[in-house]
């Protein structure tokens, strides 16, 4: 399988958000603003790309020799828990701006079902290392270009003549359900199985 087609799959075909619906949480509470959005979107990339590595590596050297597969699931999520963890001291410290924007959804991306998705789906793919490794950082960009575009309809939505009883969530979820309507659009760009 070429990394051409993993990428325009997972950032286009089969993106987190628009088609598999995974990390609808951060995507509609943090997608206000461009700058925010943009931060998440980096942030969740950069744990789905530290956890599909980390992933790999447990799985195929630890889990399969020691017979013991069945608990990839509490090991992809202790992994994810201490990148998140890492990520936010690294983000408290250097980046307080940031940090303080994304607020609460920064914690949550440990319960984001996508980066737990990326690491399941390396294994269900069979994916090899560097495969395994474009997936992730794909599947992040995928998020983040989701989130961006979002972002950027909401700001416009903001001056735009929104009934009332649309405003706010409501008018989010058309959106996002409008979104997925259209990269579905994408699914038969790639080739059947």
């Given at each position: ?13 089969n993106?987190?958000?628009?088609s ?71 983000l408290?410290r ?19 079902c ?13 994916y ?15 998020f ?14 903001e ?5 009332r009883s ?8 058309i ?19």
């Amino acid at each position: 399988m070429s990394y051409a087609y993993i990428i325009i799959s997972a950032v286009f075909v089969n993106n987190f958000v628009l088609s598999r619906f995974l990390g609808i949480c951060p995507f509609i509470g943090v997608s206000k603003r461009l700058s925010a959005s943009f931060g998440m979107g980096l942030a969740v990339t950069f744990v789905m790309t530290v956890a599909g590595l980390m992933s790999y590596i447990e799985y195929h050297y630890i889990l399969v020799p020691l017979h013991i597969e069945f608990l990839d699931i509490i090991v992809f999520i202790l992994t994810i828990a201490s990148t998140v963890q890492f990520l936010e001291i690294v983000l408290q410290r250097y980046i307080p701006t940031l940090y303080k924007s994304l607020g609460i959804f920064l914690p949550l991306i440990t319960t984001n079902c996508a980066v737990l998705g990326v690491a399941q789906l390396n294994i269900i793919y069979d994916y090899t290392f560097l495969q395994a490794i474009v997936f992730a950082m794909s599947s992040g960009l995928g998020f983040t270009l989701a989130m961006l575009l979002m972002a950027g309809i909401r700001e416009k939505l903001e001056f735009g003549n929104v009934p009332r009883s649309f405003q706010g969530a409501p008018i989010a979820f058309i959106m996002a359900g409008l979104m997925s309507l259209a990269f579905l659009g994408f699914s038969n760009m790639t080739p059947a199985k």
